[in-house]
């Protein structure tokens, strides 16, 4: 019904800088919120940063180096990543949290994306 394609990720040194990118698509009515999250080996499934509404959050390891930022009209949702640190390594995850329609009626439902690799290494 709904698909969280996300792209963007790769290989980069410390110090150096990534945008995810993830564009859902399909039945969607409408987008209460997006989000990342990253899942680093041997570890649990951590937020990132949200945008529910143009308010967003951070996790405090991520404050002032990320950036959520969502393209309302296009369902899409970025993550500016600077000054990476290798901590920084995961999986990271596109998240939304929709309206989606169902004949005459809409269903509130939450996806996420396959994920995409963020290593930082020098």
């Known amino acids: 019904q709904v698909q969280l394609v996300e792209s963007g990720g790769g290989l980069v040194q410390p110090g150096g800088s990534l945008r995810l990118s993830c564009v859902a698509s399909g039945n969607i009515f409408s987008v209460n919120g997006m989000a990342w999250y990253r899942q680093a080996p041997e570890k649990q499934r951590e937020l990132v940063a949200a945008?529910?509404?143009?308010?967003?959050n951070y996790r405090d390891s991520v404050k002032g180096r990320f950036t959520i930022s969502r393209d309302n009209a296009k369902n899409t949702v970025y993550l500016q990543m600077n000054s990476l640190k290798p901590e920084d390594t995961a999986v990271y995850y596109c998240?939304?949290?929709?309206?989606?329609?169902?004949?005459?009626?809409?269903?509130?439902?939450?996806?996420w994306g396959q994920g995409t690799q963020v290593t930082v290494s020098s």
């Open positions: 945008d529910y509404g143009g308010s967003t």
């Open positions: 998240y939304a949290d929709v309206f989606i329609a169902a004949g005459v009626y809409r269903r509130r439902d939450d996806y």
